[in-house]
């Protein structure tokens, strides 16, 4: 069967310090890959997509990138973390648009 | 280009009353249509898809949706809330050949004992 991992569960970080978060999924091959940021209190607004090595689609103009170094790994980075970036990540997958994204179980990012 | 609507940020009903939790999408092609469910700090679960056959759509925990096309709407309804079913519910379309989700803005359900 499928699983998503997604790591660290909590994280809090100085403004200015650098962010990676990472994901990794089991049990399929070339999966869609996505990241979500969800703010308090807010719906989820996509960040990126990737539908194969190498392959990033930015959603959102940020402060943020992303990239697919293998098949199963999907990394969220940034160089210099803002106030603003605080939030909860989630990692999801599909196979297709007519199949469901299956999430990881989120990263709480605060940066202080 | 795809979008969701749910009415009501929070919607709060009494324990053993029904549950109805909308969704209205626009889509230009047929759309495949999701209700997740969010407990605190976790991940979205699924609880039901439409993709193609029947309207009507069962899913866990006594959850279903109709599809209703000509109102482009995905309502969500339980008969009968549970203080297990407090959370916080999202509705997300899909299309072929996009490769996205793109999820409404959510409902807090809060059951009253």
């Known amino acids: 069967s499928q699983t998503i991992h997604q790591w660290p569960a909590t994280l809090v970080q100085p403004v200015g310090s650098p962010l990676s978060l990472e994901c990794t999924v089991e049990?399929?091959?070339?999966?869609?890959l996505y990241w979500y940021r969800q703010a308090a209190g807010r719906g989820l607004q996509l960040l990126f997509y990737?539908?194969?090595?190498?392959?990033i689609s930015s959603e959102v103009p940020q402060n943020l990138s992303a990239s697919r170094p293998q098949d199963r790994q999907f990394i969220l980075s940034s160089k210099k973390l803002l106030l603003s970036d605080s939030g909860f990540y989630l990692c999801a997958w599909s196979d297709s648009p007519a199949t469901e994204a299956f999430f990881g179980q989120g990263t709480r990012l605060t940066v202080v | 280009a795809q979008s969701v609507t749910q009415l009501g940020s929070h919607v709060s009903v009494s324990e053993g009353a029904l549950v109805l939790l909308r969704c209205n999408y626009s889509s230009s092609v047929p759309p495949y249509l999701f209700w997740y469910v969010q407990y605190p700090n976790q991940g979205l679960q699924l609880l039901l898809k439409y993709t193609t056959g029947a309207t009507l759509v069962k899913g866990i925990n006594g959850f279903e949706a109709e599809f209703k096309k000509s109102e482009t709407s995905f309502h969500l309804t339980k008969p009968s809330a549970h203080m297990s079913d407090a959370a916080e519910y999202f509705c997300a379309v899909s299309e072929d050949y996009g490769q996205n989700f793109v999820f409404g803005p959510g409902t807090r359900l809060s059951v009253l004992p």
């Open positions: 049990g399929t091959s070339n999966p869609n």
């Open positions: 990737s539908v194969g090595i190498g392959q």
